[in-house]
T-cell receptor
Framework: GENVEQHPSTLSVQEGDSAVIKCTYS??????FPWYKQELGKRPQLIIDIRSNVGEKKDQRIAVTLNKTAKHFSLHITETQPEDSAVYFCAAKGSGSARQLTFGSGTQLTVLP | DTGVSQDPRHKITKRGQNVTFRCDPISEHNRLYWYRQTLGQGPEFLTY????????KSRLLSDRFSAERPKGSFSTLEIQRTEQGDSAMYLCASTYTEVEQFFGPGTRLTVL
């Protein structure tokens, strides 16, 4: 089955700096890679996603890049703000019939004012 | 609120008791997933429904766990003879496509 690894597990940045979170996946048949933001005690919220036929996608301060050959994808947040502080999860959609998501272990991002 | 809802939000039970959780997906969504999330980890897939049919179950889903979606709308997840290791957040997600999944707020289970 799919295996997703995520690094780093914690990340602290100064407000206004950029943050980068990286994930690798194992199943070359995976073709959809979402990123979720989860604030303490709340549900995971989709913030951006990318499909395997695209190498990069951007939405305001958030961008995701995908390298299919190397089987890794990254989340980039620019001009970070304190409200960006949360746990971020990457995921990969499996090739099984359920199309379930396999999640990374999460990155606790702290934006210091 | 037209999003995915789950009930109860919190459940505390004693070891050995049975518990049942409910998930109400977004109304037009025909696909429903259950995930389990433990502290410091990402959600782990438990089971999947397309309409009323349970099409896939994870190996994580022991025989003490059962899920139903009788009319293809809401779903229930029952855990029998709960164990302390069952303590986790149980998340439900729904979608009508093969991609974006919308998550509910979760049911936090504590087994004493």
């Amino acid at each position: 089955g799919e295996n997703v690894e995520q690094h780093p597990s914690t990340l602290s940045v100064q407000e206004g700096d950029s943050a980068v979170i990286k994930c690798t996946y194992s199943d070359s048949a995976s073709n959809y890679f979402p990123w979720y933001k989860q604030e303490l005690g709340k549900r995971p919220q989709l913030i951006i996603d990318i499909r395997s036929n695209v190498g990069e996608k951007k939405d305001q301060r958030i961008a995701v890049t995908l390298n299919k050959t190397a089987k890794h994808f990254s989340l980039h947040i620019t001009e970070t703000q304190p409200e960006d502080s949360a746990v971020y999860f990457c995921a990969a959609k499996g090739s099984g019939s359920a199309r379930q998501l396999t999640f990374g272990s999460g990155t606790q991002l702290t934006v210091l004012p | 609120d037209t999003g995915v809802s789950q009930d109860p939000r919190h459940k505390i039970t004693k070891r050995g008791q049975n518990v049942t959780f409910r998930c109400d997906p977004i109304s037009e969504h025909n696909r429903l997933y259950w995930y389990r999330q433990t502290l410091g980890q990402g959600p782990e897939f438990l089971t999947y429904f397309q309409n009323e049919a349970q099409l896939e179950k994870s190996r994580l889903l022991s025989d003490r766990f059962s899920a139903e979606r009788p009319k293809g709308s809401f779903s229930t997840l029952e855990i029998q003879r709960t164990e302390q290791g069952d303590s986790a957040m149980y998340l439900c997600a729904s979608t009508y496509t093969e991609v974006e999944q919308f998550f509910g707020p979760g049911t936090r289970l504590t087994v004493l």
